[in-house]
T-cell receptor, first 113, second 111 residues
Framework: DTAVSQTPKYLVTQMGNDKSIKCEQNLGHDTMYWYKQDSKKFLKIMFSYNNKELIINETVPNRFSPKSPDKAHLNLHINSLELGDSAVYFC????????????FGQGTRLTVV | QKEVEQNSGPLSVPEGAIASLNCTYSDRGSQSFFWYRQYSGKSPELIMFIYSNGDKEDGRFTAQLNKASQYVSLLIRDSQPSDSATYLCAPRGGSASKIIFGSGTRLSIRP
């Protein structure tokens, strides 16, 4: 049973398109995150939700819109894709209490052409 | 100053030796400290966490934390080729929902 699962694993799309990445966790965690890992492998936090409420919104273009329909799901919608959006996007989840170790999904490799 | 600083490497260590990975952080409110390992093309996986000053050992891994110096390290004893990966230091910020990652240290274990 996959703890944190993302779909799709690979996404190739043209500039200007709109795309979504879905994430689900079955760990019962109350906090979920989106991270972006660029070509230099730097893992940068984008958003964090706690019990469906947005609590962290880093400096991310507003073309990126997260949505959390319930605490087990956190989706990422990206409008008007640009070449610079090409990266690996990781979803993660953690429990707020007990130290908050984050568990990661397998990542979505987005390539914008 | 970056929030989390790590030497990017590559750090090359002979098989069987001790690999020492270092990390400094800027947020004095950080309470939890994690070390993740990331193999190429894979997602980060947790290998150690530490909350209190001092040392914490788990098998071949030892994490060391010094909150006064804002310094955390990871020692890997009896290094194996399978330890070759990028190691990410990740303090959990004073704002408990923010886990910030360092840029990672690439470790290479040579046979």
């Amino acid at each position: 049973d996959t703890a944190v699962s993302q779909t799709p694993k690979y996404l190739v799309t043209q500039m200007g398109n709109d795309k979504s990445i879905k994430c689900e966790q079955n760990l019962g965690h109350d906090t979920m995150y989106w991270y972006k890992q660029d070509s230099k492998k730097f893992l940068k936090i984008m958003f964090s939700y706690n019990n469906k409420e947005l609590i962290i919104n880093e400096t991310v273009p507003n073309r990126f819109s997260p949505k959390s329909p319930d605490k087990a799901h956190l989706n990422l919608h990206i409008n008007s894709l640009e070449l610079g959006d090409s990266a690996v996007y990781f979803c993660a989840s953690s429990q707020q209490s007990g130290g908050g170790v984050a568990f990661f999904g397998q990542g979505t490799r987005l390539t914008v052409v | 100053q970056k929030e989390v600083e790590q030497n990017s490497g590559p750090l090359s260590v002979p098989e069987g030796a001790i690999a020492s990975l270092n990390c400094t952080y800027s947020d004095r409110g950080s309470q939890s400290f994690f070390w993740y390992r990331q193999y190429s093309g894979k997602s980060p996986e947790l290998i150690m966490f530490i909350y209190s000053n001092g040392d914490k050992e788990d098998g071949r891994f030892t994490a060391q934390l010094n909150k006064a110096s804002q310094y955390v390290s990871l020692l890997i004893r009896d290094s194996q080729p399978s330890d070759s990966a990028t190691y990410l230091c990740a303090p959990r910020g004073g704002s408990a929902s923010k886990i910030i990652f360092g840029s990672g240290t690439r470790l290479s274990i040579r046979p």
